[in-house]
Nanobody, 114 residues
Framework: QVQLVESGGGLVQPGGSLRLSCVASRSPFSMGWYRQAPGKQRELVAIITRGGNTNYADSVAGRFTISRDNAKNTVYLQMNSLKPEDTAVYYC???????????WGEGTLVTVSS
């Protein structure tokens, strides 16, 4: 069982930056970020394993950076060059084992708009 609490969402202008944080109750095998825009299904943004391996969605590669501090049980998502299409509720995700059960945070809203 992993409890996840996200923070850092808010309103930002196009081209701006935002950093999301997620604190876990333990250190999972993998942690990541998914997002769900209005009227769309939840999609992968980025994931990172305890060992530091990362995967990014093509839509965010080069703009977003995922990282984690294992000692603090925290994962971060640095979002740069934000676009209106990045607007979504961002959910922290964790797995204790590969292809294991997904644990989810409550989500934090990111709105990219002028």
């Amino acid at each position: 069982q992993v409890q996840l609490v996200e923070s850092g969402g808010g309103l930002v202008q196009p081209g701006g930056s935002l950093r999301l944080s997620c604190v876990a109750s333990r250190s999972p095998f993998s942690m990541g970020w998914y997002r769900q825009a209005p009227g769309k299904q939840r999609e992968l943004v980025a994931i990172i394993t305890r060992g530091g391996n990362t995967n990014y969605a093509d839509s965010v590669a080069g703009r977003f950076t995922i990282s984690r501090d294992n000692a603090k049980n925290t994962v971060y998502l640095q979002m740069n060059s934000l676009k209106p299409e990045d607007t979504a509720v961002y959910y922290c995700q964790a797995r204790n084992v590969p292809n294991g059960v997904n644990y989810w945070g409550e989500g934090t809203l990111v709105t990219v708009s002028s």
